[in-house]
């Protein structure tokens, strides 16, 4: 059975930095895309960044300049390294990781930015 384990949620305060984790078991992350969403109280959930099989990023224009995905394919881990976080970066953030036939989530991590 596939899993998606995260890791790396806290409080920290404005300016900080996190680092987020995804560790997936089962087999064939590394063919496919990984990436990360977040949802914060009252809205939608966005996607934050994503990564190609071959490690090519794409984020959301907010957090351009300031988030950086990677992936180590030998250990089906995804990151999200967050700096100059922001109040605005509060969220429930959720790794995800395409297949063929679906799409598999984590349980979800909380990242809270104090001001």
């Known amino acids: 059975q596939v899993q998606l384990v995260e890791s790396g949620g806290g409080l920290v305060q404005t300016g900080g930095s996190l680092r987020l984790s995804c560790e997936g078991s089962?087999?064939?992350?590394?063919?496919?895309?990984m990436g990360w969403y977040r949802q914060a109280p009252g809205k939608q959930r966005e996607l934050v960044a994503r990564?190609?099989?071959?490690?090519?990023?794409t984020y959301v224009e907010s957090v351009k300049g300031r988030f950086t995905i990677s992936r180590d394919n030998a250990r089906n881990t995804v990151y999200l390294q967050m700096n100059s976080l922001k109040p605005e970066d509060t969220a429930v953030y959720y790794c995800y990781a395409n297949s063929p036939f679906t799409t598999y989530w984590g349980q979800g991590t909380q990242v809270t930015v104090s001001s």
């Open positions: 089962g087999s064939g992350f590394s063919n496919n895309a």
């Open positions: 990564i190609t099989s071959g490690g090519r990023p």
